[in-house]
């Protein structure tokens, strides 16, 4: 895990039942990422995360992902993060809070 890493919020997606958002915190970056339980094609490298924010602490995007690259990373240590959460999806996925019906 990276040492800085937190997850700061889970829930499940109110569109998609079965997605569940996860947001956290690495350093001075925000993050928010929208996984499901097995990949897709709309997914990352065809995996599980399908959405993905990276913002920096003044809310500009560094890297974004919504069913398709729209901003790439321009930093490494911002490369080093989108891997590591595309990579430990199901970890940071965990149980997450279901809505009421």
């Known amino acids: 895990m990276l040492k800085d890493l937190k997850v700061t919020k889970r ?3 109110r569109m998609l039942q079965y997605a569940t958002w996860v947001s956290g915190t690495y350093k001075d970056y ?3 990422a929208q996984i499901f339980p ?3 094609k709309y ?3 065809k995996g599980r995360v399908s959405r993905l924010l990276i913002t920096d602490k003044d809310n500009n995007w560094l890297y974004h992902f919504e069913r398709g690259l729209d901003v790439r990373s ?3 240590e911002v490369t ?3 891997n ?3 990579a430990h999806s199901l970890e940071l996925k965990g149980n ?3 809505r009421k019906k």
Do not use: A, D, F, T
Request: net charge positive; charged share 30%.
């Open 11 to 13: 829930e499940g997606s």
């Open 30 to 32: 925000r993050w928010q």
């Open 38 to 40: 097995v990949g897709s």
């Open 43 to 45: 997914g990352i490298n």
């Open 74 to 76: 321009k930093s490494k």
């Open 80 to 82: 080093m993060l989108k």
């Open 84 to 86: 590591y959460i595309v």
């Open 96 to 98: 997450r809070s279901r």
